[in-house]
């Protein structure tokens, strides 16, 4: 019984919970309310005195102190404009320039660290050092020798250089070299040929697996057919590309290949199985614009 004493609808708890949450709100306003009035009180005559008289024994303090230590100025120094160097110029020196004491500490310390002042634009950008300032002692700077730094002779050295490259012999006229076995030393003895274009020589002959015409070398950059005269291609057997070995990265470093003709030569070998005579590539005539020169760089072991 005593349960349905103590039972409230859901309305009635709601208003019950709403006076609570009002009274802890006025409950907490009183209180705060009586603290604020207590604070905006007038002090008492004699703690508003004690007050007063502790902030002006603190004024008075203070003007005692600053009359016992006035504050430091620098003493004055008379400027006399001379040469200086600033590589070896002592602090006093640079002070008698017109120059800060905190100036001259930084180029002290600049010293100290190893800084060499080379030229006089490398004093101005001293910190500190103002643009006015080294205006005014710029035609005064004067830079030891054994700072300056030693000008090179361009002329002399690229006369020497010249002279120092080592000459090449070339072949004379009629001379005809094997061009699958003539190495880096051979082809730049060719009129016409040096050091770069013999070792793109060699790196596409090593591409290629080896030269079966002469006529290739105009596959090369700056190779025109007037330098054929100078070449055969003698009887050594070609390195052929075996594509149904070789890997994508093997395959499209040759020449003749690319990323995508290597790509579908992969694919028919996964798909179909290996790859028997060149007819079977024919398919990929959108990939092989070259049927004719793969024929002998191939090999279908």
């Given at each position: 019984?005593?349960?349905?004493?103590?039972y409230?609808?859901?309305?009635?708890?709601?208003?019950?919970?709403?006076?609570?949450?009002?009274?802890?709100?006025?409950?907490?306003?009183?209180?705060?309310?009586?603290l604020k009035?207590?604070?905006?009180l007038?002090?008492?005559?004699?703690?508003s005195?004690r007050?007063d008289?502790?902030?002006?024994?603190?004024?008075?303090?203070?003007?005692?102190?600053?009359?016992?230590?006035?504050?430091y100025?620098?003493?004055?120094?008379?400027?006399?404009?001379?040469?200086?160097?600033p590589?070896?110029?002592?602090?006093?020196?640079l002070?008698?320039?017109?120059?800060s004491?905190?100036?001259a500490?930084?180029?002290?310390k600049?010293?100290?660290?190893?800084?060499v002042?080379?030229?006089?634009?490398?004093?101005?950008?001293?910190?500190g050092?103002?643009?006015?300032?080294?205006?005014?002692?710029?035609?005064?700077?004067t830079?030891?020798?054994r700072?300056?730094?030693?000008?090179?002779?361009?002329?002399?050295h690229?006369a020497f250089?010249?002279?120092?490259?080592?000459?090449?012999?070339?072949?004379?006229?009629?001379t005809?070299?094997?061009?699958?076995?003539?190495?880096?030393?051979s082809?730049?003895?060719?009129?016409?040929?040096g050091?770069?274009?013999?070792?793109?020589?060699v790196?596409?002959r090593?591409?290629?697996?080896?030269?079966?015409?002469?006529?290739q070398?105009?596959?090369?950059?700056?190779?025109d057919?007037?330098?054929?005269?100078?070449f055969?291609?003698?009887?050594?057997?070609?390195?052929?590309l075996?594509?149904?070995r070789?890997?994508?990265d093997?395959?499209?470093s040759?020449?003749?290949?690319?990323?995508?003709?290597?790509?579908a030569?992969i694919e028919?070998?996964?798909k179909?199985?290996k790859?028997?005579?060149?007819s079977?590539?024919?398919?990929f005539?959108?990939?092989?614009g070259?049927?004719?020169k793969?024929?002998v760089?191939?090999?279908?072991?």
């Amino acid at each position: 019984m005593w349960k349905d004493f103590f039972y409230f609808t859901k309305s009635e708890r709601r208003a019950i919970i709403v006076l609570l949450l009002l009274l802890a709100f006025l409950s907490g306003g009183s209180i705060w309310f009586r603290l604020k009035r207590q604070d905006m009180l007038p002090l008492p005559l004699s703690e508003s005195g004690r007050i007063d008289s502790f902030i002006a024994g603190l004024e008075e303090r203070k003007r005692s102190s600053s009359r016992s230590f006035p504050a430091y100025k620098e003493p004055p120094v008379q400027v006399r404009l001379r040469p200086f160097d600033p590589n070896t110029a002592d602090s006093s020196t640079l002070r008698t320039l017109g120059l800060s004491a905190f100036i001259a500490r930084n180029v002290e310390k600049y010293r100290e660290k190893g800084g060499v002042f080379h030229t006089p634009e490398d004093f101005s950008r001293m910190y500190g050092l103002s643009p006015s300032q080294f205006e005014t002692l710029k035609p005064y700077i004067t830079i030891g020798k054994r700072f300056l730094i030693p000008e090179r002779d361009t002329v002399r050295h690229i006369a020497f250089a010249r002279d120092t490259l080592p000459y090449v012999p070339k072949y004379p006229e009629g001379t005809v070299i094997d061009l699958n076995q003539a190495d880096t030393a051979s082809l730049k003895r060719i009129p016409g040929i040096g050091s770069g274009l013999a070792r793109m020589i060699v790196a596409y002959r090593n591409r290629l697996g080896g030269f079966y015409s002469v006529s290739q070398l105009q596959e090369i950059p700056h190779l025109d057919a007037g330098i054929n005269t100078w070449f055969k291609v003698g009887d050594a057997e070609l390195r052929k590309l075996k594509v149904n070995r070789a890997s994508l990265d093997r395959l499209r470093s040759h020449p003749y290949m690319d990323f995508y003709k290597a790509k579908a030569i992969i694919e028919y070998r996964r798909k179909r199985g290996k790859l028997k005579s060149l007819s079977q590539i024919s398919l990929f005539e959108a990939f092989f614009g070259r049927r004719y020169k793969t024929s002998v760089s191939l090999s279908f072991v």
